[in-house]
């Protein structure tokens, strides 16, 4: 096969984990560029300066690299301090939700989920949950608790379907409504729908 | 054309109203059978035992005819009566939104959004947002502000993003999680999160 690991351009030297890193940015990019469907195996390793057989050594199909990639590459949702009240806690987290959203591996695991046929939906559904979904429920989770100690949320405010309102409410108005989410828009969910909803 | 008025069996002589229900009926059933890219006008036509050309006098493609299926035949919404409380009357209008989303044309709208490429998808997410969650949108504010007169109701309920905590929490456990909503769990979900909202 052509595409082996000498093809790729002279004096680029890469090891293990560099040339991994450098095929999953290209996979990325390529997914970016051209979407899910027009993605092909020769395309990354053509952006990576590599050959086939060295995507193909680490991951069987395009699907399986894809998913690393966005695995990998997707931002955490990372702690929140504490801003002294539930108000700023959810809206501080709100936000980082939407700019993982944004993000580039957010917006091109959102062109997969559009594009790839029902036989790979469930993989990239399952990766958005654990990926965003169940992290997101369990920072509000503890956000909630903590405005509990604090004394500015309802101590009965712990069933299970509190912490889906803000991810139901964020991907409603994306996905259904088709708007982008704004900072005022955020703080105005906020104040409207969870400051009632958890107030003592 | 072969797939004339005159193709159809003998002895069926059906008028304009008559041929237009039974084609749009079989549109309906070749959705929930094969699905919409599978879905051709000839399979419609020999459905409803007539020709294509039948068809293609009506709707100039199976989009058109499609999207003519399922906005005729989804289930209206209907009124809520006052049932006493907001919290019966948002219970009531949970389960019909429920139970829109599980009729026939509720499910094979879902399949025509999941499966059509995305020169369709605005079309058919055009029809759901003014079939299904406008109404919605409508009728929750009926009956909040009903509450509000009624006095189970804080009076300054009134702000556009309260309407849309319903129709995203049921979107989201069925696309996102993947469950179905059953009567308890639209119980569950008003006592848990739409009752303390909007309480006084």
Redesign the interface.
């Given at each position: 096969m052509m595409g082996s690991r000498w093809s790729q351009a002279p004096g680029v030297r890469r090891r293990g984990p560099e040339l991994e890193r450098a095929i999953l940015d290209a996979a990325l990019e390529q997914l970016g560029a051209v979407g899910w469907n027009a993605l092909t195996m020769e395309g990354v390793a053509s952006g990576a300066r590599t050959g086939k057989a060295a995507l193909y050594r680490r991951w069987p199909s395009k699907a399986d690299l894809v998913a690393d990639a966005l695995r990998t590459r997707l931002p955490p949702l990372g702690q929140i301090p504490d801003l002294g009240s539930v108000r700023e806690d959810l809206y501080a987290l709100c936000v980082r939700i939407r700019d993982v959203m944004r993000s580039r591996p957010g917006q091109a695991l959102h062109v997969v989920l559009?594009e790839c046929d029902?036989s790979h939906a469930g993989r990239f559904?399952g990766l958005?949950?654990s990926a965003l979904?169940e992290p997101a429920h369990r920072h509000i989770g503890e956000l909630v608790r903590r405005g509990i100690d604090r004394g500015d949320v309802?101590p009965d405010?712990t069933?299970?379907?509190?912490v889906?309102?803000i991810?139901?409410?964020m991907?409603?108005?994306a996905?259904?409504?088709?708007s982008e989410w704004r900072d005022a828009d955020i703080a105005?969910?906020i104040d409207?729908?969870m400051v009632?909803?958890?107030r003592v």
């Open positions: 559009h029902p559904h958005i949950w979904h309802r405010a069933g299970p379907f509190l889906e309102v991810p139901a409410m991907m409603y108005r996905k259904v409504c088709g105005e969910m409207e729908v009632p909803l958890l």
